[in-house]
Structure formats: structure tokens, C-alpha cells
């Protein structure tokens, strides 16, 4: 049986190791403009680690 592929959702992962996390943690607004670049749906690595932020009723019903 073949595996299915998912696409990944728009985003950027930002610099390797530290990813994004410097804007996530100075920028209170990171979540906002991250949806209004991206959508309602979007990557980014915090922390080292890959992660998807997600908002609004209808992005929150994929869950």
C-alpha cells in the first residue's frame, strides 16, 4: 500500500538550530503576522523544533 504525502503548510523554518525563536519571543504580534503572510495555517521552528500554528475555527477543525 503506497503511504499518502501532505503537503506541508506555507511558513518559513527561519535559520538552522534556532529557527525563528528570537522573533517568537521579542514579537508579541508573531502569531498575527504569520497568519496574515501565510494563512490561517503556517510553519515555523521554535526551539529547534518544527511547528505548525494554527487559527481561527475553521483552521482549529483539521485537529
Request: charged share 20%; glycine share 12%; proline share 8%.
Amino acid at each position: 500500500m503506497k503511504e499518502q504525502s501532505h503537503p506541508f503548510p506555507p511558513g518559513s523554518l527561519g535559520l538552522p538550530l534556532i529557527g525563528e525563536t528570537v522573533p517568537f519571543v521579542l514579537d508579541s504580534n508573531f502569531g498575527k503576522k504569520g497568519e496574515k503572510q501565510y494563512g490561517s495555517i503556517f510553519k515555523t521552528n521554535i526551539l529547534g523544533r518544527n511547528t505548525v500554528f494554527m487559527s481561527g475555527a475553521e483552521a482549529n477543525k483539521l485537529i
